[in-house]
């Protein structure tokens, strides 16, 4: 699956369960996540969709790695069902 038709069919199951959804575009900062997903607790995460056989580039890796080490979760996704099973772990999680 392309990675852009797998993050609109991730962004249509979250909005259809109750997540709030942004992409997430930095102008002056390339390599951060695709899309921003807020849950119905108000927890926030990360995504970044990869398409089966993508590699994250170097500065994305570096952006998740920097995520991370202040408390975010960022998940790279490379397909569907992986996908509706974080999503659904995370529907209600509180921080």
């Known amino acids: 699956m392309l990675e852009k038709t797998l993050e609109k069919k991730v962004k249509d199951y979250a909005q259809k369960i109750g997540y ?3 992409k997430f575009t930095s102008p002056s900062s390339n390599g951060v996540p695709d899309r921003i997903f807020i849950n119905k607790s108000g927890y926030l995460f990360f995504i970044e ?6 590699k994250l ?4 890796t570096i952006n998740i790695e920097n995520l991370r080490n202040r408390g975010l979760r960022v998940y790279i996704i490379k397909n569907y069902i992986d996908a509706v099973s974080i999503l659904e772990d995370l529907l209600y999680f509180k921080c």
């Open 20 to 22: 709030l959804t942004f």
């Open 49 to 54: 969709f990869k398409s089966s056989r993508g």
């Open 57 to 60: 580039s170097r500065i994305q």
